[in-house]
């Protein structure tokens, strides 16, 4: 069966500070993957979505950044955080090639002070 | 642009009583619809979809309906348990898309 890890679960960081956060899934090959925040009270914004290695598509301007070094790893990154960057970040997978069923792992919160 | 609305931020029921969730979309491109529950700290999970194709599709408590010409889809959940109680996100996807587009949810609470 398939599984999704995401880490950290939490992360407190300063203002200005680097940010990275990893995604892997497991018991699938070629997935597309998702990057989602949820922001607090809101629903969930897509942030950037990829059907392979090295492609990446971005879905919303900011000074954040995805990488898909390998099939089953996603990245978040960002150089400089903001305090616009808190929230609630969400990694999902999907089969490739279809529009079905996103599986979500288990989000990382994180707080920008 | 909220191409998918729920205009219901929260929702309180009786145990064991219906709850009916809805949602709306703009985009008639959309052909299948999700919907996802959501506990706090968690990430979603999928409940139950259904293609355009269809009116209706139905999985154990949870039955999705779907009204193409009025764009709207709701979640009925019966009965509802206390366990329910959580935040319901309606998505859309459409041909050819890659994507989800999810609406703001909707907070269920299920009273015992």
């Known amino acids: 069966s398939q599984t999704i890890h995401q880490w950290p679960a939490t992360l407190v960081q300063p203002v200005g500070s680097p940010l990275s956060l990893e995604c892997t899934v497991e018991?699938?090959?070629?997935?597309?993957l998702y990057w989602y925040r949820q922001a607090a009270g809101r629903g969930l914004q897509l942030l950037f979505y990829?059907?392979?290695?090295?492609?990446i598509s971005s879905e919303v301007p900011q000074n954040l950044s995805a990488s898909r070094p390998q099939d089953r790893q996603f990245i978040l990154s960002s150089k400089k955080l903001l305090l616009s960057d808190s929230g609630f970040y969400l990694c999902?997978?999907?089969?490739?090639?279809?529009?079905?069923?996103?599986?979500f792992g288990p989000g990382t919160r994180l707080t920008v002070t | 642009d909220q191409q998918v609305k729920q205009n219901s931020p929260s929702l309180s029921v009786q145990e064991g009583r219906i709850s009916i969730l809805n949602c709306d979309y703009t985009n008639s491109m959309f052909d299948y619809f999700l919907w996802y529950k959501k506990y706090p700290a968690e990430g979603p999970t999928f409940l139950i979809s259904?293609?355009?194709?269809?009116d209706k599709n139905e999985d154990g408590r949870f039955t999705v309906f779907l009204n193409k010409s009025a764009k709207h889809l709701s979640l009925h959940i019966v009965p509802s348990q206390p366990g329910d109680s959580a935040v319901y996100f309606c998505a859309a996807s459409a041909w050819l898309g890659n994507k989800l587009v999810f609406g703001a949810g909707t907070i269920l609470r299920v009273k015992s």
């Open positions: 018991g699938t090959s070629n997935p597309n």
């Open positions: 990829s059907v392979g290695i090295g492609q």
């Open positions: 999902a997978w999907s089969l490739y090639r279809t529009r079905y069923e996103q599986y």
């Open positions: 259904i293609s355009s194709i269809k």
